[in-house]
């Protein structure tokens, strides 16, 4: 798959929970998450600001750049901070108004990842990353915090549901080849041996990764174990079938996005 397929699959994966935060009355964004400190807006905010450094990312690198390090300078001087300066304008902001400049972000992001190529490289926290996988990650943030917010609003007694699609096939590959990162990202290393993932699609095809004979596995639904590598289920809370001390072992430190380590949900919390 291109990049500019990857792309297509991001505008269609931000148009899915859009569609939820959309039907929401305004008091619902007051809802709280499963995000610590986190309403639907929050949750909005945080996609929102994303999604216009990642414009910035691609169409002016070294403005970016200037502003990813102002970012992490002043997060270093007070964590406590990254929020109001990520989050701050946009919270101050409607429901209507948040909607529409999230709308505004995801359009200017759409328009400026129009002329990656497959073989660019954008800047990002962090090391820079191939145009490819960095709009995969953008693709497995927005399903993340779409789930996010779809459990508040169901939670709260409402209805929030979206469509269950092969386009979670970006967020697997992500999460199987994050494997090592989930350790590293903890000064730790990966147990010894191969793991073999064996994943059901929305539309019942298979996925595969990793060799066939491996002595570890996960096996079941795919969105399951997207899941689990973004933190948003227990492996327990999930229909997976998981065997071997390395396969068990990853699925209770799977993190497949960037930034320090943390830790998902509690067996039972969801």
Request: hydrophobic fraction near 40%.
């Amino acid at each position: 798959m291109d990049t500019a397929e990857v792309l297509r699959d991001l505008v269609e994966e931000q148009d899915a929970p859009d569609e939820v935060v959309g039907a929401l009355q305004d008091a619902q964004w007051s809802l709280s998450t499963p995000s610590p400190g986190w309403s639907v807006a929050h949750q909005v905010a945080h996609l929102t600001y994303f999604d216009r450094t990642a414009a910035l990312a691609i169409s002016d690198p070294p403005a970016f750049m200037t502003s990813r390090d102002e970012l992490i300078t002043k997060g270093f001087e007070n964590p406590d901070s990254v929020d109001d300066l990520t989050l701050g304008a946009y919270l101050a902001m409607s429901p209507a108004e948040l909607l529409a400049e999230w709308r505004a972000g995801r359009a200017e992001l759409a328009e400026t990842a129009s002329r990656l190529a497959d073989g660019d490289r954008v800047e990002w926290y962090g090391p820079s990353m191939s145009a490819r996988s960095f709009l995969t990650a953008r693709l497995m943030e927005v399903w993340a915090h779409g789930q996010d917010i779809i459990d508040a609003v169901v939670r709260s007694g409402g209805t929030a549901d979206r469509p269950t699609t092969d386009r979670l096939r970006h967020i697997a590959h992500l999460g199987f080849v994050t494997r090592g990162w989930s350790y590293a990202v903890r000064d730790a290393q990966a147990p010894a041996g191969d793991v073999r993932v064996e994943l059901v699609a929305p539309s019942g095809d298979q996925w595969s990764w990793g060799p066939p004979d491996a002595e570890a596995s996960v096996r079941g639904p795919a969105q399951d174990f997207c899941l689990v590598v973004t933190q948003r289920r227990h492996v327990d809370d999930t229909r997976l079938d998981v065997a071997g001390e390395a396969a068990s072992d990853w699925m209770r430190v799977a993190q497949a996005f960037a930034g320090g380590a943390t830790t998902g949900p509690a067996a039972g919390g969801n």
